[in-house]
């Protein structure tokens, strides 16, 4: 193992996979319909249906699909080249800080400002006490899920961001393990995190893993490293083909049976199988096409999607408070909801994220001015 990691020590980072992108878009359409339902109650419409119900209640199981597919993207693109050194370790956190930092500030100041307009306008505010100065602090440092906050607030989805962000200060050390193990030992650490994430989801069966500002640590911690296992198991042709496929059709019996670690384990054959797909019996990953499809494009707006949904919901919560809209009306603010989602979260990741991203790369990667030869002292 320690050969294989100097040989490849200076390779390049792998390139993103069309169908993992792609996938992130039905993670976060998961996601945004659970969210959408809570108020909206759609899945009421059908009470003799046993389906809409436990597919829109368990839409918080997307957040559990992003995260195993972060551990497993970033063993695509490090597991050969770990990010060990002082240098490669600021280089790795720099990229992220770059991928979800800027758009985070921006949506949370524009909050903030949205709050003090609805002041100023005399609106009411529910629970007014989320938007104290102490929360607003946490979460812009991104450690709000880090067991040090109580209660929702401000942009509450960014609970998720804030895991993700002690996963990546992380996920040096842990990469150094998982790479570590004996080549033979890499099913034991996925065999143990699933088994953990079972008892962890067993332990408050109303809960299952639906865990987010306490205990969020946990459910990301877990996920996380199952992905980075599997990640090892794919590229190092330690999975069949037919064993991920198998073990898709764990989602929707887990879905139906209200069973959230059956769930993860068909979200986790669901990763892998996309992946072989991509690869196309080989371990290298088809890169994105020259001209992305719309599911592409929405897929890289996926953080963006997430991010902007408070601002969404803002929206349908006004519109909620002067009409009541029976069940036709409940759909269609529904679909309307799900589709400026999608809108807003594209406009946030076109003119917003892709830019400071690429911005700090470059002030980053610039060389250190030099002063001009011959420049006169100062007397």
């Known amino acids: 193992m320690q050969q294989r990691v100097r040989a490849a020590k200076h390779a390049g980072a792998a390139p993103r996979q069309a169908g993992l992108t792609r996938l992130r878009f039905f993670f976060i359409s998961w996601v945004i319909l659970y969210h959408l339902n809570l108020p909206l109650q759609v899945d009421a419409i059908w009470p003799q249906l046993h389906w809409p119900e436990a597919l829109l209640r368990h839409g918080y199981l997307g957040v559990d699909g992003f995260f195993l597919l972060s551990g497993f993207a970033l063993w695509l693109g490090y597991g050969t080249r770990p990010p060990w050194s002082s240098a490669t370790v600021r280089d790795f956190l720099l990229r992220r800080v770059a991928k979800i930092w800027p758009l985070h500030a921006l949506a949370l100041l524009a909050l903030a400002l949205l709050v003090g307009l609805s002041v100023l306008a005399g609106l009411p505010i529910r629970d007014p006490e989320r938007f104290g100065l102490d929360e607003f602090v946490l979460q812009l440092l991104l450690v709000n899920a880090w067991e040090t906050s109580q209660r929702f607030a401000w942009n509450y989805p960014s609970w998720a961001l804030s895991v993700e962000w002690a996963g990546y200060l992380a996920f040096p050390l842990l990469l150094r393990g998982v790479v570590g193990v004996p080549r033979w030992a890499s099913p034991l650490v996925a065999l143990a995190a699933f088994g953990g994430l079972w008892r962890f989801a067993s332990a408050v069966p109303e809960v299952g893993l639906n865990w987010t500002l306490h205990l969020g640590l946990v459910r990301f911690g ?158």
């Open 222 to 379: 877990l996920e996380f490293t199952l992905g980075l296992a599997l990640g090892r198991m794919a590229t190092e042709g330690m999975l069949p083909r037919a064993l991920p496929l198998l073990a898709v059709a764990a989602l929707p019996v887990g879905v139906l049976w209200w069973d959230d670690a059956l769930s993860v384990l068909g979200l986790t054959g669901l990763i892998v199988a996309v992946w072989q797909a991509g690869t196309a019996g080989s371990r290298a990953a088809q890169p994105a096409p020259a001209r992305p499809d719309l599911l592409l494009r929405l897929g890289e707006a996926s953080f963006g999607v997430y991010l902007c949904w408070v601002f969404v919901e803002a929206v349908l919560v006004l519109v909620l408070r002067l009409v009541e809209p029976g069940p036709t009306g409940r759909v269609g603010l529904m679909l309307a909801g799900f589709v400026a989602s999608l809108v807003a979260g594209w406009l946030a990741w076109r003119w917003v994220e892709v830019p400071a991203h690429r911005w700090i790369i470059r002030r980053a990667a610039a060389p250190p001015r030099r002063q001009e030869a011959g420049a006169t002292a100062s007397s």
